[in-house]
């Protein structure tokens, strides 16, 4: 069965600083996909960045980037020059299989704390 | 235009009751979930349908019936309602299409039974 683990269940780092948001993931399909999803404190969830398990390069978006480590099964979220609007929950979650009907398995999520 | 749409934002109801979540997205998305999220932020999935045709359907209990009229819409009906069924209920929906298929969620209806 697949799994997540955030480990980090609460992170502080200062404004203008980059944080890492750990991640693993256990699966037996090789082919998956995962994700971080970053939850404010009005509730939505936003999508944030994407890595397929047969992506040869590590993913990035704006100030985003997903230290992926398929070896160690770990999926890092790497966020650079903090910010305060980046306080928030953060999800790491998988998908397996290669078509998006595929199940998709949630961490318990770390939340992040940006101090000014 | 919202993407992904949930009504109500919010639900008050007792024990025992029956009630209705309804869920639209305009993305032209085949697939569309069902997600709780309890007190605690775990979130888990409830149901998926791709197609209009279930797909994933998690051990939840049969008081849960989720119901796809079209490829647009997919609502959760809850019959006899249960304090342990207090949560943020979320839909959300992706696409085939792409390489990525990640997934559009809509602002969550917060569910309370008292």
């Known amino acids: 069965a697949q799994k997540i683990t955030q480990t980090q269940p609460g992170m502080f780092v200062q404004e203008k600083e980059a944080v890492t948001l750990d991640c693993t993931y256990d699966?037996?399909?090789?082919?998956?996909?995962l994700f971080w999803y970053k939850q404010p404190s009005s509730g939505e969830m936003i999508f944030l960045i994407y890595q397929g398990s047969y992506d040869q390069q590590n993913a990035t978006e704006g100030r985003y980037s997903l230290n992926f480590q398929k070896a160690r099964k770990s999926a890092n979220l790497v966020i650079s020059a903090s910010q305060l609007g980046d306080s928030a929950m953060y999800f790491c979650?998988?998908?397996?299989?290669?078509?998006?009907?595929?199940?998709?398995?949630f961490g318990d999520g770390t939340t992040l704390t940006v101090k000014p | 235009d919202t993407a992904v749409s949930q009504t109500p934002k919010y639900l008050v109801t007792q024990m025992g009751n029956d009630k209705s979540i309804k869920c639209e997205q305009n993305?032209?998305?085949?697939?569309m979930y069902w997600y709780k999220q309890d007190s605690k932020k775990f979130l888990k999935i409830m149901f998926s349908?791709?197609?209009?045709?279930?797909?994933i359907n998690e051990t939840v209990p049969n008081r849960f019936s989720p119901k796809s009229p079209d490829k647009a819409h997919l609502n959760l009906h809850i019959n006899s309602l249960e304090l342990g069924d207090s949560a943020v209920y979320f839909c959300a929906s992706s696409s085939q299409g792409g390489s990525s298929y990640e997934q559009y969620f809509g602002p969550g209806t917060r569910l309370t039974v008292t």
């Open positions: 699966t037996s399909d090789p082919s998956y996909g």
């Open positions: 993305l032209g998305h085949d697939t």
């Open positions: 979650a998988m998908r397996e299989g290669y078509t998006n009907a595929g199940k998709s398995t």
């Open positions: 349908y791709n197609n209009k045709e279930l797909i």
